[in-house]
């Protein structure tokens, strides 16, 4: 049953106050990239807790997905400093790249693409995050780089 | 063209308002011993006297805060360091966080000193998660230097997950009980009931660095600056139709004037001072406007437009961010924001007439005094200065 | 003296306690504001904004509801400012809302359609920003309507704060933000326990219960079914509201007459399978502690009640370890059911598939219940159609009779005599009181130690209640029982009911007997009775339960003459043979997660 045990070592790890049920469910999303029902489930048991009202926390947070999400999670800004400064191109290469639009996944499920509000790089837009890094002053070309990168 | 950029710099950096207090070396150990060595009253004293206004947008009287959880009556305080830095075209606090955290952490330690909390929290918004390593680290250090000489503080760090309404510190108090990030009523105020219902003081990045230097140096070094209402410095985050975006740390009270003299140029339409909760400063009124709390108060958050932009599509834009970012509880908010967006769509379809635009006008005024919290009561800003000085742009 | 805290409200001086509200004081003072998210029942949200004011001297409105009274205030509840506010939130509610009072099922009891009546708002204010939902009519008992939501929380913190069930929670943010089930599943499927309570908190038509009226209307118009319909002991007092009467008076003849009149073919009381069920739990309890106490036996003691619906299916989720915990005893409609597909459809000469049991309910649960897989014992689904006060309300207003001006009746009989024990089965505490009343007299001889057999401590509004009685002169078979201090304990609400059970989980409840029910203040304040409820209007109810025990010739459910009369002719003894087969039932393990 190594399957429970995500759920039961990031309790472990994080404790089973109400007050740790962020980091829990954090610690799942960086794991699995999402919340599926079974480990909200399990989460619920964990902290006692219904599962409605777990549910109701993860989806308060758009970095809490509860649908399945690639292997790499693609960020793409969409506020003004970044819609200004050329979002457009960002969004068309991850389109010709991976035939994806936000919300989507692509076929083979490595990436998943979410338009995002200011990520804090507006000095340098467009910005993205891929997981936790960011990317800035991005071009159509540069992009087209970085999705290789993690292709490979 | 390159010149050019490196002259502007070169003109910001030479301003007689550019002044540099939170990047430059501090010596972090000295601080650290003078906070030990302040009584709590002379930290809230002190703090008092330099005028320091909070810097997360609200401009609350720092020191009220201190003194209101101070007077609380609890074993447990809490002191949170609000990094959740999600206002669009603010990233000043990344880059504190980035460079001169020991000093957050040593502002964290004076307000912990003056209300007499053990325990602090920095709220680090997820789009940072990629500081958490370098940060830690750092508080690691910080933790041991305390426990070495016998300070009974520690700091932590928790991660939000993607919600800008949580940079509110009532919502974000939520978030930390591992809740939605719903606003509460207040009162009661987070001084007197907080963090798991214990006092808690929260302070915007760049308000607790200041707090640390006037530690340092005493309240002159910061109150000489600024002006009567806006005493001191602020780090501005430039960004937009500009050639030098980046991170400035000015002084108070430049009129806008001046401002888009330096960073932007002669096509400079506008200036949102404040993020997408702010205010929209045309050109024409460029001279009249100082920013601080006496003209246009701001977060540091500085977004410049030039005449290429189409206000239609940064009021747009800015609409669409508060319909997604608004935390849904109460209802001129949740229903508003959306009524402001397809209202300004119905009128560019012409589907309503020009006169809805009025209507609009109504709503948002209804929703700056109804709304439950600063999200839903500041929508109005952006979307009245937005609409009242670019109507040729929105209605056409 | 608590302290106190002096402000004034449209120029009016009030003096409030310390902690209250602008909103209390303006009660107080008697100025109507008006409330959507607020219920006195709940915690405070402050979430829908109607209620806001304007304090002298701040621009900002305050929400009345949310913001404490503080001296020297000056409010006003009634500026142009405040009334714009207002219209403009209504506006704005309407603008997402689904606005279809015509065919609602709220419509003339809906708080928003009320407000929107006082206000006038034009409907070309906002744009219609209504998304497309799909009604959720999954369950049995309850239809979930998100098109009609106002997003008040109301029926979310009913769930968490009196029911402490959580089927229901706030999801998303922004303009996603709505009501939800877990993962969005369909309400039978989740936790809910079918209470009903979030349905009568509910200012809408969101939350409403699955009526079956038109199926009631066909089968009494079919020529072929013989209709027979039993009232539970909490209808009666509710009734009254459900036709526009005032709240606190007991209908029973009434309500007879317009059964009756609707074109039942017997109208029988639940009352009189309330005063059945003392006798089989009843008994049941003697023998579970003569086997605990006198042969040792390692039994499920403390006994719970099984009466409330709602509260089984919780038990089933919550705490399906202790299932044995329960009396295996159905509840009063669902022994009346097969009785009357049995004993009485064989006395009268009917076959019972030309049989409709139709039930009317304080309740919402009892329409899960009677769908039960368990519920066929008598080779026919023992209960057809369970309506509620509310439905039963409509019909009476459909058939266009005037209800106030009937004469009374009585119920048919063999199936339709009681006791005062069995109407007390409506308020908590009514079953351990009615149990009690037995119980005492069976092992003693002699009446319930209370003055006028009114077993107080159970009685009334608190959470939870408990009583200690000492059996003293037990009758010679139950010497066991000689000194014994007799442990009850009674909780209303369904979070009242959880410390208990888990007592129980935890092998520490120091109780013989517990009685539930799901909703608080008991069936008089069901899922199914007239709306609105509350503290005053429960008590109102409570009070009219008790006066017609105290009204009633016969008060102890062994005395009632047509029970005594079924186990002589039918059933033989509690706990026999036909008893078991008919009467008690098996309960389910349910997934809590
Ligand atoms: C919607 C909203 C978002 C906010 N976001 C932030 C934020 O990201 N960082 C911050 O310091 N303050 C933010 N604030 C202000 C906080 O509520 C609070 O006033 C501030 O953290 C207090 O610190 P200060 O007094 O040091 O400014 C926000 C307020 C609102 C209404
Ligand atoms: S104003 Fe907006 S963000 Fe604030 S409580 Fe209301 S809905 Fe939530
Ligand atoms: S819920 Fe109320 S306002 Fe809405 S349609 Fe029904 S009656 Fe009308
Ligand atoms: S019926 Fe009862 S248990 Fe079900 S959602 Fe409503 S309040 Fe909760
Ligand atoms: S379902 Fe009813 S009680 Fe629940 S939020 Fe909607 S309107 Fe309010
Ligand atoms: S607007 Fe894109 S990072 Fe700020
Ligand atoms: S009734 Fe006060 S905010 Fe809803």
Redesign the pocket.
Known sequence: MTEINIVKDAVKKHGRKRESLMPVLQEIVKQENYLSEERLMEIAKEFDLSSAEVYGVATFYSFLPVKPMGENVIKVCQTIVCDMKGKEAVLDAIKDKLNIVPGQTSADGKFSLMAVNCIGQCSNAPAMLVNDKPYINLTYENVVKIIDEYQS | MVIDIKEKERKVNSHKKRVNLIFKEHDIDKLIEKVLKTEPEKIIDEIKDSGLRGRGGAGFPTWIKLKGAREAKSDIKYVVCNADEGEPGTFKDREIIEKKAEKILAGMMAVAKAIGAKEGIIYLRAEYNYLIDGLQKKIDVFNKKLEDMKFDFTVFIKSGSGAYVCGEETSLLESLEGKRGEARNKPPYPAQEGYLGKPTVINNVETLVYAALIMLDGAECFKKLGTMSSKGAKVFSVSGDTDIPGIYEIEMGMTLKEFAELFGDSNTKAVQVGGASGFCVPRSKFEETVIGFEGVPTGGSMMLFSDKRSMYNILHNYLEFFVEESCGQCTPCRVGCQQLLKGIESIKAKEKSKKYIDELLELAKNMKITAKCGLGQSVCNPFISIVENFREEIVY | MPEMVNLKINDISVSVEAGSTILDAAKKANIKIPTLCHHEDLCIAGNCRVCVVEQKGVNALKASCATPAEENMEIFTNTNKVREARKTIIGLLLSEHNNDCLHCYKNGNCELQSMAKDYLVDSDKYISILKNYEIDRSSP??IKDDSKCIRCQR?VR??AE??D?N??AVSGKGSEMKISTFMEKP?DYV?????????THCPTGA?VEKNYIDEVWDVLNDPSKHVVVQTAPAVRVGLGEAVGLDAGKSYTGKMVTALKMLGFDAVFDTNFSADLTILEEGTELLTRLKDKIENKKDVALPQFTSCSP?WIKYIEHEFPDILDYLSTCKSPQQMLGPLAKTYYAKSMGIDPKDMVVVSIMPC?AKKFEANRPEMYSSGYKDVDYVITTREFGRMIQQAGIDFETLKDSECDSILGKHTGAGVIFGATGGVMEAALRTAYEIITGREVPFSNLEVTPVRGLEGVKEATIKIEGCKAEWKFLENVELKVAVAHGLSNARPLAAQVQNGESPYHFIEIMACPGGCIAG?GQPMPVNNNIRKKRTEAIYNEDESLQLRKSHENPEVKRIYEDFLEKPLGHKSHELLHTTYTKRKKY
């Open positions: 008992s309850i029926c009913t769930c009196l029911q069930v089927a229901l309400m936790v809910c326990t079918n209470c009903g309570q979030c349905v939350l709602g919402t899922g």
